[in-house]
């Protein structure tokens, strides 16, 4: 079993619609989540990060945790076109010094 | 500049060569990563240093690969003996992280492209 799993997509979205972006992991003791925006020739940028179950929001971006699933997901409201990018799952390891592992990543297409 | 900068930003060499790439982490950053992308992948984990000590080497890299990080500042990775499979993005990225545990944010540089010809 990977230790972060995304579906590799791509994920088309219309313009103004919300895109929905899952992820699951497999180390019950990790702490740490983050999502990482990457542009196609670009080096991934940190656009969300949570550490404790529930929703976090911040803008169009809402990040939700669900460490008895093992699941985390990232919705993106109110679409836009500069949001067609691919977005990269990443966890923080504890049992190996929290250690930051990725995620294939999620292609997001959106559609004008 | 006080973002994380690396060296070169493309090298082209032939199979069977010696390439070293350099990072410069944020400054006041203690850990820093590299990581290995190839096309369509997520960021592949290579190794990692806490100030100058090397915490983990990932077991997928053969002993052709080494990484320093000789006074806790910059890093080199070395890969000695190039493969066409050696052909990818090498990433290097930085990070605060004041003791374990830590919920640390990633900060990367603009990458290494490596093709071996």
């Known amino acids: 079993q990977k230790e972060v799993e995304q579906n590799s997509g791509p994920l088309s979205v219309p313009e103004g619609a919300i895109a929905s972006l899952n992820c699951t992991y497999s180390?019950?003791?990790?702490?740490?989540f983050f999502w990482y925006r990457q542009y196609s020739g670009k080096s991934p940028e940190l656009i969300m990060s949570?550490?404790?179950?529930g929703d976090k929001e911040d803008g169009r971006f809402t990040a939700q945790l669900n460490k008895a699933s093992q699941y985390v997901s990232l919705l993106i409201r109110d679409s836009q076109p500069s949001d067609s990018a691919t977005y990269l799952c990443?966890?923080?390891?504890?049992?190996?010094?929290?250690?930051?592992?990725f995620g294939k990543g999620t292609r997001l297409h959106i559609l004008p | 500049d006080t973002g994380v900068s690396q060296n070169p930003r493309h090298k082209i060499t032939k199979r069977g060569q010696n390439v070293t790439f350099r990072c410069d982490p944020i400054?006041?950053?203690?850990?820093l990563y590299w990581y290995r992308q190839t096309l369509g992948q997520g960021p592949e984990f290579l190794t990692y240093?806490?100030?100058?000590?090397?915490?983990?080497k990932s077991r997928l890299l053969s002993d052709r690969f080494s990484a320093e990080r000789p006074k806790g500042s910059f890093s080199t990775l070395e890969i000695q003996r190039t493969e066409q499979g050696d052909s990818a993005m090498y990433l290097c990225?930085?990070?605060?992280?004041?003791?374990?545990?830590?919920?640390?944010?990633?900060?990367f540089g603009s990458g290494t492209q490596l093709s071996v010809l």
């Open positions: 400054s006041e950053h203690n850990r």
């Open positions: 990225a930085s990070s605060h992280s004041p003791r374990q545990g830590a919920r640390e944010k990633l900060f």
């Open positions: 180390d019950r003791g990790s702490q740490s």
């Open positions: 990443a966890v923080g390891v504890l049992s190996r010094d929290d250690k930051i592992i």
């Open positions: 949570i550490y404790s179950n």
């Open positions: 240093f806490q100030n100058e000590a090397q915490l983990e």
